[in-house]
């Protein structure tokens, strides 16, 4: 095979409907259905090439060389496409994030969804977007929803096949802003895949995952019909249900920092004053503030007020994964 090098773009994403917890943890099987918008602006850049000289896979990110877990896990992922491809050829893998890391914003989405789209093109594999969804599920879940376009769900799926993500609203369709909060950077957490693990030790964990689909329908139709308020009330009872679930794992984890409580009262206020605002919160202290495009300055305006705040990032939503060039 001649030596073959592709980029490919991916933005991470935000989940209204969250995943946490799986069902089967090596695949990756959430234990239920999710759904997420992609973040425009926040961009992870891969360039994977696949080189027959190279005697192992090789990691760069952000200029710098890894080893260890991070380069385990993306070997792992390769390995997966290689068997797929049926080819055994090691790739130098070249990675860059245009935001900060320690932000708290998940790198794992865009990472894993520019890696899989960048490697399958570099070995010769032409999938189709739902199998790019699927197989970028395999190196982090909420990847799968960095594949498609825009406002996007995850079917959970009951195998393996069947759990990707597709789009169920283009980018344009809503203009929405995701004021990002941040209150503390590189705070030192529990990351995903370790919490995921912990789920089913809350006792809550179950009536969260069954009242899962009624929450996906109130979701999916309030972003199809552009209800706001129905909107908003569904992503918080979620984020506030999904965090309920950490802080009853055994070990407990908690996110929130007392910051993160003041920022959600305050949101929640701007909306009872008639402002179209919602919050969210991925694992981490930084808040998620949703709004409508053409409040968006007035609400980055009132969080810099808030002294904590270190920075607000502004995102609207943004398109699914894409090659660059050959
Ligand atoms: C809280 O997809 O990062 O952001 O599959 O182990 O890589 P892994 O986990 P990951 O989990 C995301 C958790 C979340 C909620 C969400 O994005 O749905």
């Not at 990675?95 to 490697?119: D, K, Q």
């Not at 980055?300 to 808030?306: P, V």
Request: proline share 5%.
């Amino acid at each position: 095979m001649p030596d073959s090098k592709v980029t490919a773009i991916a933005h991470p994403n935000i989940a209204f409907i969250k995943y946490w917890g799986n069902r089967d943890d090596a695949l990756r099987l959430p234990s239920n259905g999710s759904i997420s918008m992609n973040l425009e602006g926040l961009t992870t850049t891969t360039n994977v090439r696949f080189n027959s000289l190279l005697k192992e896979d090789l990691l760069t990110l952000n200029n710098k060389k890894l080893s260890g877990p991070a380069l385990e896990r993306v070997r792992t992922f390769l390995d997966l496409i290689r068997s797929i491809a049926n080819k055994r050829i090691f790739a130098e893998v070249t990675s860059e994030n245009n935001f900060p890391t320690g932000a708290g914003i998940a790198s794992s989405a865009s990472a894993f969804a520019a890696l899989a789209m960048a490697a399958t093109k570099a070995i010769g594999l032409n999938l189709t977007e739902a199998e790019l969804s699927h197989l970028a599920r395999h190196g982090s879940g909420s990847a799968c929803r960095s594949i498609p376009d825009g406002f996007v769900e995850w079917y959970s799926g009951d195998q393996d096949e069947k759990s990707y993500a597709a789009s169920i609203a283009p980018a344009a369709s809503w203009d929405l802003v995701d004021c990002i909060a941040l209150v503390t950077i590189g705070h030192k957490e529990v990351g995903s895949t370790a919490g995921h693990r912990l789920a089913n030790t809350s006792p809550l964990q179950t009536a969260r995952v069954q009242d899962a689909p009624r929450r996906l329908d109130i979701c999916r139709s309030a972003i199809l019909k552009k209800d706001f308020q129905q909107f908003a009330e569904i992503i918080e009872l979620d984020s506030n249900l999904m965090h309920a679930v950490m802080m009853t794992s055994t070990p407990p984890l908690f996110y929130w920092e007392p910051q993160t409580l003041e920022v959600m009262r305050a949101v929640r206020n701007w909306r009872g004053q008639g402002i179209p605002v919602g919050y969210t919160l991925d694992a981490g202290p930084n808040v998620h503030v949703i709004c409508l495009s053409s409040d968006y300055e007035k609400i980055k305006h009132n969080l810099e007020q808030m002294s904590f705040i270190q920075r607000v990032i502004i995102a609207k939503p943004g398109s699914g994964a894409v090659v660059l060039s050959n």
